[in-house]
C-alpha cells in the first residue's frame, strides 16, 4: 500500500494552477483531497480530474479571506473524513503596481490572502489536532506526523519591484511558517513553505501587448509577463525556463510525504535555481 493512502489533505487555491495540480498529485498516491477555490467552475474541474483517475476528492467553493470560512472548511474536512493530515495554504492572487500607487485596500488584500487567511486555517485546525495529537501521544507515544505547507514566493524572500504589499504578504507567511514548526513540533506537525520562482500559470502569462487581467472577487487585476521579460528571466534562471504546475505541485509533494518527517520550519525555494 502506498503510504500516503487513507491521508487527508486540505488545499487551497486548487481550481487552477499550482493547487490543482497539488491536488492531483496527492490524490494520485491515495490521499483523499478536500478542495478549496473561489471559482465553482474551476473547482468542480479539479474534482472531475481526480474522480476520473479513480482519486477521492470533494470541493468546497468559498474564499479564504472571509474569516468563517477557516472554521468551515476544518469542519468540512472533519465531517467529510473525519481527520486532516495535510494542509497545503496554496489560494492567492498577485495585485501589483509602484509603492506610491498602491492603495490601503490593496495592502490589505494581499495581507489578508497570504498571511491572515492561511493564519486562520492553521488556528481552527489547532482546535480539532492539539486534542487528537494528545490523545495519540498518550496512546502510543507518539502523534501520528501531519503536515503544513504554506505557499510562499521569491518575491516573499527576496523583494520584488511592483509588489510590495504581495511580498509583504508572502514573507508574512514564512514568519508563520517558522512560528508555527516551533510551537507545534510538540504535536509532531511538521510546518513547511515552498518560495516559488517563476511558475507557467494564469498569474504569469506572457503577453506582447496589453497585460491581461484575472477577475477576482469582482476585481480586476493585471497579470503576466512581457516577453521581453521571459527572456531576461531565462538568463538569470540557471535551468533556463520557468517551472511547471507539475514541478511546482512535486517541491509541495516532497514536504508532504513521510521522508520529511524530520523536516519542519524550512523554506524550500523552487525556482530553477534564480
Ligand atoms: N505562478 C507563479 O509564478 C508563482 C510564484 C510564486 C508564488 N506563487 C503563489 O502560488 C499560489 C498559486 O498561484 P498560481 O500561480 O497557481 O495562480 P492561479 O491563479 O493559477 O491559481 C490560484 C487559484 O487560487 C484561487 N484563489 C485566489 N484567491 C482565492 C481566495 N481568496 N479564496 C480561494 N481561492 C482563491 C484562484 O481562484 C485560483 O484558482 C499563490 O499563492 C501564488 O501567490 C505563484
Redesign the pocket.
Given at each position: 500500500m502506498n503510504s500516503m493512502s487513507g491521508k487527508v489533505a486540505l488545499v487551497?487555491?486548487?481550481?487552477?494552477?499550482?493547487?490543482?495540480a497539488t491536488a492531483i498529485r496527492l490524490a494520485r498516491e491515495g490521499v483523499r483531497v478536500i478542495v478549496?477555490?473561489?471559482?465553482g467552475a474551476?473547482l468542480e474541474s479539479t474534482v472531475n480530474t481526480i474522480q476520473s483517475m479513480d482519486g477521492m476528492a470533494t470541493g468546497f467553493v468559498?474564499?479564504?479571506?472571509e474569516p468563517e470560512i477557516a472554521d468551515e472548511l476544518i469542519q468540512f474536512c472533519l465531517t467529510t473524513y473525519n481527520q486532516v493530515d495535510i494542509i497545503v495554504n496554496?489560494?492567492?492572487?498577485?495585485w501589483n503596481g509602484a509603492m506610491h500607487n498602491h492603495t490601503d485596500e490593496q495592502w490589505q488584500a494581499m495581507l489578508e490572502?497570504?498571511a491572515t487567511?492561511p493564519f486562520r486555517i492553521l488556528r481552527a485546525f489547532s482546535e480539532w489536532m492539539r486534542p487528537v495529537a494528545k490523545a495519540e501521544m498518550a496512546a502510543e507515544g507518539r502523534a501520528s506526523c501531519r503536515k503544513v505547507v504554506n505557499?510562499?514566493?521569491?518575491?516573499g524572500t527576496t523583494g520584488s519591484a511592483t509588489q510590495i504589499a504581495?511580498a509583504t504578504g508572502?514573507a508574512a507567511v514564512i514568519g508563520l511558517t517558522k512560528t508555527l514548526a516551533k510551537e507545534w513540533g510538540r504535536y509532531n506537525v511538521t510546518v513547511n513553505a515552498v518560495?516559488?520562482?517563476?511558475?507557467?500559470?494564469?498569474?504569469?502569462q506572457v503577453y506582447d501587448e496589453l497585460p491581461p487581467a484575472?477577475d477576482?472577487?469582482g476585481r480586476k487585476h493585471k497579470v503576466g509577463l512581457a516577453s521581453s521579460q521571459i527572456k531576461a528571466m531565462e538568463k538569470a534562471v540557471p535551468l533556463g525556463r520557468?517551472g511547471t504546475?507539475d514541478e511546482?505541485a512535486g517541491a509541495i509533494y516532497l514536504l508532504c510525504t513521510p521522508d520529511a518527517d524530520y523536516i519542519t520550519g524550512e523554506v524550500l525555494t523552487c525556482s530553477g535555481g534564480a
Amino acid at each position: 500500500m502506498n503510504s500516503m493512502s487513507g491521508k487527508v489533505a486540505l488545499v487551497t487555491g486548487a481550481g487552477r494552477g499550482v493547487g490543482r495540480a497539488t491536488a492531483i498529485r496527492l490524490a494520485r498516491e491515495g490521499v483523499r483531497v478536500i478542495v478549496n477555490d473561489l471559482d465553482g467552475a474551476e473547482l468542480e474541474s479539479t474534482v472531475n480530474t481526480i474522480q476520473s483517475m479513480d482519486g477521492m476528492a470533494t470541493g468546497f467553493v468559498g474564499n479564504v479571506c472571509e474569516p468563517e470560512i477557516a472554521d468551515e472548511l476544518i469542519q468540512f474536512c472533519l465531517t467529510t473524513y473525519n481527520q486532516v493530515d495535510i494542509i497545503v495554504n496554496n489560494a492567492g492572487y498577485i495585485w501589483n503596481g509602484a509603492m506610491h500607487n498602491h492603495t490601503d485596500e490593496q495592502w490589505q488584500a494581499m495581507l489578508e490572502v497570504h498571511a491572515t487567511a492561511p493564519f486562520r486555517i492553521l488556528r481552527a485546525f489547532s482546535e480539532w489536532m492539539r486534542p487528537v495529537a494528545k490523545a495519540e501521544m498518550a496512546a502510543e507515544g507518539r502523534a501520528s506526523c501531519r503536515k503544513v505547507v504554506n505557499v510562499s514566493s521569491v518575491s516573499g524572500t527576496t523583494g520584488s519591484a511592483t509588489q510590495i504589499a504581495y511580498a509583504t504578504g508572502k514573507a508574512a507567511v514564512i514568519g508563520l511558517t517558522k512560528t508555527l514548526a516551533k510551537e507545534w513540533g510538540r504535536y509532531n506537525v511538521t510546518v513547511n513553505a515552498v518560495a516559488f520562482g517563476h511558475i507557467e500559470t494564469r498569474l504569469t502569462q506572457v503577453y506582447d501587448e496589453l497585460p491581461p487581467a484575472i477577475d477576482v472577487m469582482g476585481r480586476k487585476h493585471k497579470v503576466g509577463l512581457a516577453s521581453s521579460q521571459i527572456k531576461a528571466m531565462e538568463k538569470a534562471v540557471p535551468l533556463g525556463r520557468p517551472g511547471t504546475v507539475d514541478e511546482a505541485a512535486g517541491a509541495i509533494y516532497l514536504l508532504c510525504t513521510p521522508d520529511a518527517d524530520y523536516i519542519t520550519g524550512e523554506v524550500l525555494t523552487c525556482s530553477g535555481g534564480a
